[in-house]
Protein backbone atom coordinates (compact mmCIF):
# COMPACT_ATOMS: atom_id res chain seq x y z
CA UNK A 1 0.00 0.00 0.00
CA UNK A 2 2.81 2.18 1.38
CA UNK A 3 4.68 1.70 -2.49
CA UNK A 4 1.88 2.39 -4.26
CA UNK A 5 1.73 5.51 -2.59
CA UNK A 6 5.36 5.97 -3.12
CA UNK A 7 5.06 5.72 -6.65
CA UNK A 8 1.81 7.74 -7.57
CA UNK A 9 3.57 10.44 -5.90
CA UNK A 10 6.31 10.49 -7.89
CA UNK A 11 4.22 10.15 -10.93
CA UNK A 12 2.20 13.08 -9.42
CA UNK A 13 5.76 15.09 -8.87
CA UNK A 14 6.63 14.22 -12.86
CA UNK A 15 3.63 15.67 -13.95
CA UNK A 16 3.46 18.43 -11.54
CA UNK A 17 7.30 19.41 -12.55
CA UNK A 18 6.09 19.58 -16.69
CA UNK A 19 8.96 21.90 -17.91
CA UNK A 20 7.16 25.53 -19.05
CA UNK A 21 9.81 26.05 -21.79
CA UNK A 22 8.83 24.30 -24.84
CA UNK A 23 10.58 23.85 -28.45
CA UNK A 24 8.17 26.13 -29.89
CA UNK A 25 6.81 29.68 -29.73
CA UNK A 26 3.31 30.06 -28.54
CA UNK A 27 0.86 27.68 -29.35
CA UNK A 28 3.12 24.45 -28.05
CA UNK A 29 0.67 21.88 -26.44
CA UNK A 30 1.60 21.17 -23.14
CA UNK A 31 1.95 18.07 -21.98
CA UNK A 32 -0.16 16.51 -19.66
CA UNK A 33 2.95 14.53 -17.69
CA UNK A 34 2.41 11.52 -20.12
CA UNK A 35 5.81 12.21 -22.27
CA UNK A 36 7.06 13.37 -19.06
CA UNK A 37 7.16 10.04 -16.98
CA UNK A 38 7.81 8.30 -20.18
CA UNK A 39 11.85 6.86 -20.45
CA UNK A 40 11.72 8.58 -23.77
CA UNK A 41 15.61 7.29 -24.52
CA UNK A 42 17.78 4.47 -23.30
CA UNK A 43 20.06 6.95 -22.28
CA UNK A 44 17.37 8.23 -19.76
CA UNK A 45 16.61 4.92 -18.57
CA UNK A 46 20.30 5.12 -17.19
CA UNK A 47 19.92 8.10 -16.16
CA UNK A 48 17.20 7.39 -13.77
CA UNK A 49 17.98 4.39 -12.86
CA UNK A 50 21.21 5.84 -11.59
CA UNK A 51 19.65 8.31 -9.76
CA UNK A 52 21.46 10.88 -12.56
CA UNK A 53 18.55 13.89 -13.38
CA UNK A 54 15.95 15.40 -12.10
CA UNK A 55 12.47 13.92 -11.48
CA UNK A 56 11.30 15.68 -15.20
CA UNK A 57 14.46 14.49 -16.30
CA UNK A 58 15.37 18.69 -17.35
CA UNK A 59 18.10 18.82 -15.10
CA UNK A 60 21.57 16.70 -15.28
CA UNK A 61 22.66 15.91 -12.05
CA UNK A 62 26.78 15.13 -12.08
CA UNK A 63 29.04 13.73 -9.31
CA UNK A 64 29.32 16.49 -6.53
CA UNK A 65 25.41 17.35 -6.90
CA UNK A 66 23.32 16.78 -3.93
CA UNK A 67 21.10 14.90 -5.58
CA UNK A 68 22.87 12.82 -7.42
CA UNK A 69 22.72 9.56 -6.96
CA UNK A 70 20.40 10.47 -4.11
CA UNK A 71 18.70 7.03 -2.81
CA UNK A 72 15.05 8.03 -2.29
CA UNK A 73 15.55 9.61 -6.02
CA UNK A 74 16.55 6.29 -7.17
CA UNK A 75 13.84 4.82 -5.40
CA UNK A 76 11.47 6.63 -6.90
CA UNK A 77 12.94 6.22 -10.65
CA UNK A 78 13.35 2.37 -10.10
CA UNK A 79 9.33 2.13 -9.23
CA UNK A 80 8.49 3.32 -12.62
CA UNK A 81 11.17 1.77 -14.54
CA UNK A 82 9.43 -1.14 -14.56
CA UNK A 83 6.69 -2.58 -17.21
CA UNK A 84 3.99 -2.89 -14.98
CA UNK A 85 0.79 -3.71 -17.45
CA UNK A 86 1.89 -6.54 -19.46
CA UNK A 87 5.09 -8.35 -18.01
CA UNK A 88 4.19 -10.47 -14.82
CA UNK A 89 7.03 -9.66 -12.71
CA UNK A 90 6.04 -10.68 -8.79
CA UNK A 91 6.09 -7.58 -7.01
CA UNK A 92 8.55 -9.92 -4.07
CA UNK A 93 11.46 -10.00 -7.07
CA UNK A 94 11.22 -6.42 -7.76
CA UNK A 95 11.32 -5.64 -4.50
CA UNK A 96 14.65 -8.04 -3.93
CA UNK A 97 16.02 -5.76 -7.36
CA UNK A 98 16.05 -2.35 -5.95
CA UNK A 99 16.87 -3.61 -2.51
CA UNK A 100 19.88 -5.06 -4.10
CA UNK A 101 20.24 -2.41 -6.38
CA UNK A 102 20.08 0.51 -3.48
CA UNK A 103 22.43 -1.25 -0.93
CA UNK A 104 23.62 1.54 1.07
CA UNK A 105 27.02 -0.89 2.15
CA UNK A 106 27.72 -1.78 -2.26
CA UNK A 107 25.12 -0.05 -4.28
CA UNK A 108 24.59 -1.14 -7.96
CA UNK A 109 24.64 1.32 -10.77
CA UNK A 110 24.28 1.10 -14.98
CA UNK A 111 27.89 2.33 -17.02
CA UNK A 112 26.90 2.71 -20.58
CA UNK A 113 30.54 2.15 -21.39
CA UNK A 114 31.43 -0.88 -19.27
CA UNK A 115 30.54 -4.36 -20.70
CA UNK A 116 27.67 -6.56 -19.95
CA UNK A 117 24.83 -5.30 -21.81
CA UNK A 118 23.43 -6.13 -25.42
CA UNK A 119 21.42 -4.68 -27.97
CA UNK A 120 19.73 -7.12 -30.29
CA UNK A 121 17.96 -5.95 -32.75
CA UNK A 122 15.31 -7.18 -35.31
CA UNK A 123 15.99 -6.47 -38.73
CA UNK A 124 14.81 -7.02 -42.59
CA UNK A 125 17.35 -8.26 -44.98
CA UNK A 126 16.61 -9.83 -48.93
CA UNK A 127 18.39 -12.96 -49.24
CA UNK A 128 18.28 -14.13 -52.50
CA UNK A 129 15.72 -12.94 -53.46
CA UNK A 130 13.54 -13.70 -50.48
CA UNK A 131 12.64 -11.12 -47.36
CA UNK A 132 14.10 -12.89 -44.20
CA UNK A 133 14.28 -11.56 -40.85
CA UNK A 134 18.14 -11.92 -39.54
CA UNK A 135 18.73 -11.05 -35.30
CA UNK A 136 22.07 -8.65 -34.67
CA UNK A 137 23.60 -9.44 -30.98
CA UNK A 138 25.73 -5.45 -30.96
CA UNK A 139 27.63 -4.73 -27.75
CA UNK A 140 29.16 -1.22 -27.41
CA UNK A 141 33.21 -1.00 -27.63
CA UNK A 142 36.01 1.65 -27.29
CA UNK A 143 37.71 2.33 -31.19
CA UNK A 144 39.61 4.98 -31.63
CA UNK A 145 38.58 8.44 -30.40
CA UNK A 146 35.75 6.92 -29.09
CA UNK A 147 32.67 4.06 -28.56
CA UNK A 148 31.01 2.45 -31.46
CA UNK A 149 28.27 0.06 -31.47
CA UNK A 150 29.41 -3.52 -33.19
CA UNK A 151 27.88 -6.67 -34.52
CA UNK A 152 28.94 -9.60 -32.13
CA UNK A 153 26.69 -12.46 -33.46
CA UNK A 154 24.16 -12.77 -36.13
CA UNK A 155 21.43 -15.39 -35.82
CA UNK A 156 19.66 -15.99 -39.35
CA UNK A 157 17.10 -18.87 -40.31
CA UNK A 158 18.35 -19.56 -43.58
CA UNK A 159 21.86 -20.50 -42.32
CA UNK A 160 20.96 -22.51 -39.45
CA UNK A 161 20.85 -26.21 -41.01
CA UNK A 162 23.56 -25.00 -43.48
CA UNK A 163 25.73 -27.03 -41.17
CA UNK A 164 24.46 -30.00 -39.88
CA UNK A 165 27.33 -32.23 -38.53
CA UNK A 166 26.51 -36.18 -37.66
CA UNK A 167 28.30 -37.47 -34.84
CA UNK A 168 29.79 -40.94 -33.56
CA UNK A 169 29.68 -43.98 -35.76
CA UNK A 170 26.98 -42.80 -38.36
CA UNK A 171 29.07 -40.18 -40.15
CA UNK A 172 31.17 -40.59 -42.87
CA UNK A 173 35.27 -39.96 -41.94
CA UNK A 174 38.91 -39.98 -42.96
CA UNK A 175 39.79 -42.95 -41.96
CA UNK A 176 42.91 -42.98 -39.40
CA UNK A 177 45.90 -43.94 -41.84
CA UNK A 178 44.33 -41.52 -44.22
CA UNK A 179 48.06 -40.04 -43.86
CA UNK A 180 49.88 -42.85 -45.38
CA UNK A 181 48.28 -42.21 -48.69
CA UNK A 182 48.80 -38.86 -48.77
CA UNK A 183 45.33 -38.11 -48.00
CA UNK A 184 44.18 -39.15 -51.19
CA UNK A 185 40.91 -39.37 -49.74
CA UNK A 186 40.00 -36.07 -49.57
CA UNK A 187 38.03 -36.98 -52.65
CA UNK A 188 35.15 -38.52 -49.99
CA UNK A 189 35.32 -35.28 -48.38
CA UNK A 190 35.22 -32.64 -51.02
CA UNK A 191 33.61 -34.57 -53.44
CA UNK A 192 31.46 -37.19 -52.77
CA UNK A 193 29.71 -35.82 -49.30
CA UNK A 194 26.78 -33.37 -49.40
CA UNK A 195 28.13 -32.67 -45.62
CA UNK A 196 31.58 -31.93 -45.91
CA UNK A 197 31.48 -30.64 -42.39
CA UNK A 198 31.99 -34.38 -41.00
CA UNK A 199 35.46 -34.02 -41.49
CA UNK A 200 35.23 -31.20 -39.06
CA UNK A 201 37.07 -31.13 -35.64
CA UNK A 202 34.43 -32.13 -32.58
CA UNK A 203 35.42 -28.40 -31.56
CA UNK A 204 34.61 -26.80 -34.82
CA UNK A 205 31.40 -24.33 -34.96
CA UNK A 206 30.58 -22.65 -37.57
CA UNK A 207 31.00 -18.34 -38.00
CA UNK A 208 27.52 -17.79 -39.21
CA UNK A 209 28.63 -13.61 -38.85
CA UNK A 210 31.30 -14.38 -41.53
CA UNK A 211 29.21 -16.27 -43.92
CA UNK A 212 26.60 -13.18 -43.48
CA UNK A 213 29.05 -10.68 -44.34
CA UNK A 214 30.78 -12.81 -47.09
CA UNK A 215 27.06 -13.37 -48.34
CA UNK A 216 26.34 -9.62 -48.16
CA UNK A 217 29.80 -8.79 -49.98
CA UNK A 218 28.68 -10.93 -52.98
CA UNK A 219 25.34 -8.79 -53.32
CA UNK A 220 23.14 -12.00 -51.58
CA UNK A 221 22.06 -10.66 -48.55
CA UNK A 222 20.53 -6.62 -48.69
CA UNK A 223 19.80 -4.54 -45.81
CA UNK A 224 15.76 -3.38 -45.69
CA UNK A 225 14.98 -2.02 -42.28
CA UNK A 226 15.02 -2.53 -38.81
CA UNK A 227 12.06 -4.24 -37.58
CA UNK A 228 12.47 -4.57 -33.43
CA UNK A 229 14.86 -3.63 -30.82
CA UNK A 230 15.63 -4.30 -27.32
CA UNK A 231 18.43 -4.61 -24.70
CA UNK A 232 19.66 -7.33 -22.13
CA UNK A 233 21.51 -6.29 -18.96
CA UNK A 234 24.37 -8.29 -17.15
CA UNK A 235 25.38 -5.84 -15.08
CA UNK A 236 23.98 -5.64 -11.67
CA UNK A 237 25.75 -8.27 -9.76
CA UNK A 238 23.52 -11.87 -9.90
CA UNK A 239 20.81 -10.14 -12.00
CA UNK A 240 19.47 -10.39 -15.30
CA UNK A 241 16.71 -7.76 -16.80
CA UNK A 242 15.26 -7.24 -20.31
CA UNK A 243 14.15 -3.78 -21.35
CA UNK A 244 12.03 -3.27 -24.18
CA UNK A 245 10.20 -0.58 -25.97
CA UNK A 246 6.52 0.35 -24.59
CA UNK A 247 4.50 2.60 -26.81
CA UNK A 248 0.96 2.41 -25.47
CA UNK A 249 -1.36 5.11 -23.47
CA UNK A 250 -0.69 5.92 -20.45
CA UNK A 251 1.88 6.99 -17.86
CA UNK A 252 4.08 3.56 -18.09
CA UNK A 253 5.82 3.87 -21.46
CA UNK A 254 9.03 3.87 -23.07
CA UNK A 255 12.21 2.14 -22.62
CA UNK A 256 10.95 -0.31 -19.23
CA UNK A 257 11.86 -3.51 -17.76
CA UNK A 258 10.27 -6.32 -18.85
CA UNK A 259 12.19 -9.06 -17.63
CA UNK A 260 14.35 -9.54 -14.44
CA UNK A 261 15.97 -13.07 -13.74
CA UNK A 262 17.55 -13.86 -10.39
CA UNK A 263 21.16 -15.44 -11.79
CA UNK A 264 22.47 -18.67 -9.76
CA UNK A 265 25.48 -20.50 -10.50
CA UNK A 266 25.59 -20.65 -14.50
CA UNK A 267 22.46 -19.04 -15.62
CA UNK A 268 24.36 -16.06 -16.95
CA UNK A 269 26.06 -18.58 -19.32
CA UNK A 270 22.65 -20.27 -20.18
CA UNK A 271 20.88 -17.12 -20.58
CA UNK A 272 23.72 -15.34 -23.17
CA UNK A 273 23.49 -18.68 -24.89
CA UNK A 274 19.74 -18.15 -25.41
CA UNK A 275 20.63 -14.77 -26.91
CA UNK A 276 23.25 -16.07 -29.13
CA UNK A 277 20.86 -18.81 -30.17
CA UNK A 278 23.54 -21.48 -29.09
CA UNK A 279 21.87 -23.65 -27.19
CA UNK B 1 33.81 43.73 -47.73
CA UNK B 2 36.05 43.18 -44.62
CA UNK B 3 33.86 44.42 -42.19
CA UNK B 4 31.04 42.51 -44.07
CA UNK B 5 33.43 39.34 -43.30
CA UNK B 6 33.69 40.02 -39.99
CA UNK B 7 30.52 40.82 -38.93
CA UNK B 8 29.26 37.44 -40.67
CA UNK B 9 31.73 35.01 -38.34
CA UNK B 10 30.77 37.35 -35.67
CA UNK B 11 26.96 36.43 -36.39
CA UNK B 12 27.94 33.19 -36.98
CA UNK B 13 29.93 32.51 -33.75
CA UNK B 14 27.71 33.93 -31.78
CA UNK B 15 25.56 31.16 -32.52
CA UNK B 16 28.48 28.70 -31.18
CA UNK B 17 29.73 28.12 -28.42
CA UNK B 18 33.46 29.62 -27.91
CA UNK B 19 35.69 27.63 -25.59
CA UNK B 20 38.91 27.00 -24.85
CA UNK B 21 41.45 24.47 -26.21
CA UNK B 22 40.62 20.98 -24.47
CA UNK B 23 38.59 18.24 -25.86
CA UNK B 24 36.64 17.18 -22.63
CA UNK B 25 32.98 18.48 -22.29
CA UNK B 26 32.57 20.25 -19.10
CA UNK B 27 28.96 20.00 -17.63
CA UNK B 28 28.40 23.78 -18.22
CA UNK B 29 30.19 23.47 -21.93
CA UNK B 30 27.58 20.37 -22.32
CA UNK B 31 24.57 23.13 -21.14
CA UNK B 32 25.60 25.67 -23.80
CA UNK B 33 26.15 23.18 -26.03
CA UNK B 34 22.62 21.70 -25.60
CA UNK B 35 21.01 25.09 -25.92
CA UNK B 36 22.69 25.23 -29.38
CA UNK B 37 21.46 22.03 -30.44
CA UNK B 38 18.08 23.01 -29.09
CA UNK B 39 18.25 26.40 -31.13
CA UNK B 40 18.56 23.98 -34.12
CA UNK B 41 15.98 21.60 -33.33
CA UNK B 42 13.88 24.56 -32.73
CA UNK B 43 14.52 25.94 -36.31
CA UNK B 44 13.59 22.61 -37.92
CA UNK B 45 10.78 22.55 -36.48
CA UNK B 46 9.64 25.63 -36.97
CA UNK B 47 10.41 25.19 -40.78
CA UNK B 48 8.32 21.81 -40.83
CA UNK B 49 5.79 24.05 -39.44
CA UNK B 50 6.32 26.34 -42.55
CA UNK B 51 7.00 23.16 -45.06
CA UNK B 52 3.69 21.43 -43.86
CA UNK B 53 1.11 24.81 -44.00
CA UNK B 54 -1.23 24.75 -46.84
CA UNK B 55 -0.87 28.44 -46.45
CA UNK B 56 2.95 28.51 -47.79
CA UNK B 57 3.55 29.02 -51.43
CA UNK B 58 5.41 26.93 -53.13
CA UNK B 59 8.29 28.89 -53.77
CA UNK B 60 8.47 29.88 -50.17
CA UNK B 61 8.28 26.25 -49.00
CA UNK B 62 11.27 25.15 -51.32
CA UNK B 63 13.38 27.96 -50.01
CA UNK B 64 12.50 27.02 -46.53
CA UNK B 65 13.03 23.27 -47.44
CA UNK B 66 16.75 24.76 -48.49
CA UNK B 67 17.02 26.35 -44.84
CA UNK B 68 15.73 23.19 -43.38
CA UNK B 69 18.53 20.75 -45.01
CA UNK B 70 21.25 22.98 -44.00
CA UNK B 71 20.77 22.35 -40.43
CA UNK B 72 21.91 18.26 -41.25
CA UNK B 73 24.80 16.60 -41.71
CA UNK B 74 25.05 15.75 -45.25
CA UNK B 75 23.38 12.02 -46.01
CA UNK B 76 21.04 12.02 -43.04
CA UNK B 77 17.30 10.17 -43.70
CA UNK B 78 14.28 9.97 -41.54
CA UNK B 79 13.37 6.75 -40.59
CA UNK B 80 9.74 6.80 -39.67
CA UNK B 81 7.02 3.90 -38.43
CA UNK B 82 3.61 3.95 -37.64
CA UNK B 83 1.90 2.31 -34.96
CA UNK B 84 0.94 -0.46 -36.69
CA UNK B 85 4.56 -2.10 -38.22
CA UNK B 86 7.33 -0.94 -36.22
CA UNK B 87 9.51 -1.48 -39.62
CA UNK B 88 11.51 1.70 -41.25
CA UNK B 89 10.45 3.79 -43.80
CA UNK B 90 13.77 5.80 -45.18
CA UNK B 91 13.69 8.95 -46.34
CA UNK B 92 16.37 11.37 -47.14
CA UNK B 93 15.77 14.64 -45.31
CA UNK B 94 14.63 16.35 -48.45
CA UNK B 95 12.28 13.69 -49.71
CA UNK B 96 10.78 14.01 -45.96
CA UNK B 97 9.79 17.44 -46.73
CA UNK B 98 8.64 17.27 -50.01
CA UNK B 99 6.22 14.53 -48.89
CA UNK B 100 5.22 16.52 -46.16
CA UNK B 101 4.50 19.36 -48.45
CA UNK B 102 2.78 17.35 -51.40
CA UNK B 103 0.28 15.91 -48.53
CA UNK B 104 -3.44 15.50 -49.65
CA UNK B 105 -4.96 17.90 -47.00
CA UNK B 106 -6.86 21.02 -47.47
CA UNK B 107 -5.64 22.28 -43.88
CA UNK B 108 -2.52 21.00 -41.92
CA UNK B 109 -1.86 21.70 -38.68
CA UNK B 110 1.30 21.06 -36.75
CA UNK B 111 2.13 22.10 -33.12
CA UNK B 112 4.94 20.63 -30.64
CA UNK B 113 4.45 19.70 -27.38
CA UNK B 114 6.48 21.28 -24.91
CA UNK B 115 8.54 19.15 -23.72
CA UNK B 116 12.33 17.45 -25.02
CA UNK B 117 14.66 15.17 -24.04
CA UNK B 118 18.10 16.01 -24.49
CA UNK B 119 20.72 12.72 -23.76
CA UNK B 120 24.01 12.74 -22.78
CA UNK B 121 26.87 13.28 -25.63
CA UNK B 122 28.93 10.25 -26.11
CA UNK B 123 32.39 10.29 -28.62
CA UNK B 124 32.64 8.92 -31.53
CA UNK B 125 35.64 6.69 -32.98
CA UNK B 126 36.46 10.06 -35.09
CA UNK B 127 36.69 12.42 -32.19
CA UNK B 128 33.21 13.98 -32.46
CA UNK B 129 30.69 13.96 -30.18
CA UNK B 130 26.72 12.74 -30.40
CA UNK B 131 23.48 13.10 -28.93
CA UNK B 132 20.21 12.85 -29.14
CA UNK B 133 16.91 15.13 -28.56
CA UNK B 134 13.57 14.30 -28.43
CA UNK B 135 10.31 15.83 -29.05
CA UNK B 136 7.05 15.35 -30.05
CA UNK B 137 4.89 16.29 -32.86
CA UNK B 138 1.28 16.56 -32.93
CA UNK B 139 0.04 16.68 -36.99
CA UNK B 140 -3.28 17.36 -37.79
CA UNK B 141 -4.58 17.44 -41.24
CA UNK B 142 -8.18 18.56 -42.37
CA UNK B 143 -9.36 17.17 -46.17
CA UNK B 144 -13.00 19.11 -47.02
CA UNK B 145 -13.74 17.35 -49.74
CA UNK B 146 -13.96 13.98 -47.70
CA UNK B 147 -14.61 15.56 -44.11
CA UNK B 148 -11.92 13.57 -43.09
CA UNK B 149 -10.14 14.67 -40.67
CA UNK B 150 -6.45 12.94 -39.54
CA UNK B 151 -4.35 13.56 -36.35
CA UNK B 152 -1.35 11.57 -34.89
CA UNK B 153 1.37 12.43 -32.18
CA UNK B 154 4.97 11.79 -33.35
CA UNK B 155 7.68 11.28 -31.37
CA UNK B 156 11.17 12.46 -33.12
CA UNK B 157 14.50 11.35 -31.97
CA UNK B 158 17.24 13.63 -33.53
CA UNK B 159 20.88 12.89 -33.87
CA UNK B 160 22.69 15.76 -33.16
CA UNK B 161 26.58 15.95 -34.54
CA UNK B 162 28.70 18.43 -31.84
CA UNK B 163 32.45 18.62 -33.25
CA UNK B 164 35.22 21.40 -32.03
CA UNK B 165 35.76 23.77 -35.35
CA UNK B 166 38.30 26.59 -35.86
CA UNK B 167 38.52 29.44 -37.49
CA UNK B 168 40.98 32.88 -37.97
CA UNK B 169 39.68 36.10 -36.52
CA UNK B 170 42.24 39.48 -37.15
CA UNK B 171 44.89 37.08 -36.90
CA UNK B 172 43.64 34.73 -33.77
CA UNK B 173 42.76 31.20 -34.02
CA UNK B 174 39.29 30.90 -32.17
CA UNK B 175 37.69 27.37 -31.51
CA UNK B 176 34.07 26.60 -30.91
CA UNK B 177 31.45 24.00 -30.69
CA UNK B 178 29.75 23.48 -33.99
CA UNK B 179 26.21 21.58 -33.91
CA UNK B 180 24.56 19.56 -37.13
CA UNK B 181 21.99 17.52 -37.09
CA UNK B 182 21.94 14.31 -38.02
CA UNK B 183 19.45 10.91 -38.93
CA UNK B 184 15.71 11.42 -36.96
CA UNK B 185 13.76 8.35 -35.88
CA UNK B 186 10.22 9.46 -36.30
CA UNK B 187 8.04 6.95 -34.34
CA UNK B 188 4.30 7.77 -34.19
CA UNK B 189 2.88 7.12 -30.49
CA UNK B 190 -0.16 6.22 -29.05
CA UNK B 191 -1.11 9.54 -27.36
Partial sequence: MRKIFLIIAFITAIISNVPGQGIGSPGTIKDDGRFTASTKQLNQFFRRFNGEESV?????????DSLYRNIPLRKGFLNILFDNQTSSLSPDLKNQFIQTTLSEVYPHYLNFHREGWYAEVETIFVFKGKREKATLIMKIQSEGLGYEWVIDQVIFEPFKNLFNKPVGEQKDFLHPLSHELGFMNLRRAFQDSNLPESFTANSYKPDYLAIFLYEMKQNNLRFETVSGLKFHFFQIQGWYFEVNQFNRPGFNTGWLISNLVRLGPGDKETILKYIYDQE | ????????????????????AQDNISPARKQAIDSLALEKVKDLSKYISIIGSKETQFSEANRVMDRAEELFAPGAEMGVSSINTQEIAYYKVRRYFERLMALNYD???????????????????????????????????????????????TKKDITIYVEKKQTQIAGRTIEFWDVMLGDVRVTETSA
Fill in chain 1, 56 to 64: DGTVRYYPG
Fill in chain 2, 1 to 20: MKNKFILFLGLFLSASVAVM
Fill in chain 2, 107 to 153: RVNITWYDIQYISDLERQPDGRYVGVITVYQRFEGTSIETGMNYKDT
